[in-house]
């Protein structure tokens, strides 16, 4: 079940934006943890499912596990200040084998 109030108070005293959401880093859809370790704060407007960066990218996934394909994930969040607000999102996924580098920046 998620945890709303997770969503909204990640990262409140580190450098969360009024407009930030709290982003899940892997879905609730692929059986991410619904807890404060799977969120991080994120501009609205990458983390909107599906039209976001971030969530077409997941969207991407999702489509790929309905076709059977195998899914890998790594992400790494680059810190450009001293919060704990990620600026920029690198992403590697692997789908059936086949590697792609994802850069998602998380603007101010």
């Known amino acids: 079940e998620r945890s709303k109030h997770a969503q909204r108070t990640v990262g409140a005293d580190d450098g969360r934006l009024p407009d930030d959401h709290g982003g899940h880093l892997i879905g609730s859809q692929f ?7 799977n969120l991080t704060p994120m501009a609205s407007e990458i983390n909107k499912y599906p039209n976001g960066k971030w969530g077409k990218m997941e969207e991407n996934w999702a489509q790929a596990l309905r076709d059977k394909k195998s899914v890998k994930v790594h992400i790494e969040l680059i810190y450009t200040d001293d919060t704990m607000r990620a600026g920029t999102f690198n992403v590697t996924e692997v ?13 101010r």
């Not at 059986?31 to 370790?37: H, L, S, T, V």
């Not at 789908?95 to 603007?107: E, Q, V």
């Open 95 to 107: 789908i059936d084998g086949t590697s792609r580098k994802i850069k998602i920046n998380n603007p």
């Open 31 to 37: 059986g991410g943890f619904e807890g404060y370790e």
